[in-house]
């Protein structure tokens, strides 16, 4: 079985992949589209899609401050297609799926305290 390349799994990618879908960006408008926890882990992850071939990137001023735009390659949209099917699921059942792993969570700390106790 062939191995994904880590980028790709990276929880931030889809969001990247649909707002760049919808036309370029700069990176400040990125940050808060993408909603990512850094600026520095969301110029990582532009970095390692630009190597893949899966978005462009240009400067539009060097500055500083640099002014860069962002925009999806063919392979980007080709990517984004068929990350978008996991995007809609996600906003679909996101409660459900974070309830059940709080429940499993409450469960195992259970579990354990049960065991200390038994100790």
Do not use: C
Not at 76 to 94: A, H, I, P, R, Y
Request: glycine content about 6%; hydrophobic content about 40%; cysteine-free.
């Amino acid at each position: 079985m062939a191995q994904v390349p880590s980028v790709f799994t990276n929880r931030m990618v889809p969001r990247i992949l649909f707002e760049l879908s919808k036309g370029p960006l700069r990176f400040n408008s990125l940050q808060r589209a993408a909603d990512a926890p850094s600026a520095r882990m969301l110029s990582q992850t532009l970095k390692k899609l630009e190597a893949h071939g899966i978005l462009t990137r240009r400067v539009l001023n060097p500055g500083p401050p640099a002014h860069t735009l962002y925009e999806l390659s063919e392979l980007g949209f080709e990517l984004q297609k068929s990350t978008g099917g996991l995007l809609d699921f996600w906003n679909k059942n996101q409660s459900e799926i974070q309830q059940r792993h709080f429940v499993a969570g409450e469960a195992a700390r259970a579990a354990q305290i049960q065991a200390d106790a038994n100790a």
